[in-house]
């Protein structure tokens, strides 16, 4: 099963998504410097992730977490609607 991640559309900052894998759910925030994500932290909120999949949530938070920024300002500020990404593969 699959990692599930989202925005609420009335949420409030700092930049965060909330995220879904097997009935455990966790809180991913991401922290911005200078226009950049310098610091993520993830938080659990129901349930655990097990190891594996919260290897698999870091990097692919890692990986967009410009995007994850990009789409937060392009629909909280510029309140432009964003897509859906899905990703069906393995993100290194």
């Given amino acids: 099963m699959g990692i599930n991640l989202w925005f609420w559309s009335d ?16 809180i991913v925030k991401l922290y ?3 226009g950049r994500v310098w610091r993520v ?4 909120k129901s349930g655990k992730f097990s190891a594996d999949k919260e290897k698999a949530l ?6 967009m977490k410009e995007n994850i920024r ?3 300002i ?8 964003i897509a859906p990404i899905i990703i069906n593969k393995k993100i290194k």
């Fill in 32 to 34: 911005v410097k200078n």
């Fill in 58 to 63: 870091r990097t692919l938070v890692s990986a």
């Fill in 74 to 81: 392009d629909y909280f500020i510029n309140h432009q609607h």
């Fill in 11 to 26: 949420e409030h900052d700092p930049i965060h998504l909330h995220a879904r894998c097997n009935g455990a759910t966790m």
């Fill in 41 to 44: 932290t993830y938080k659990a």
């Fill in 70 to 72: 990009t789409a937060w």
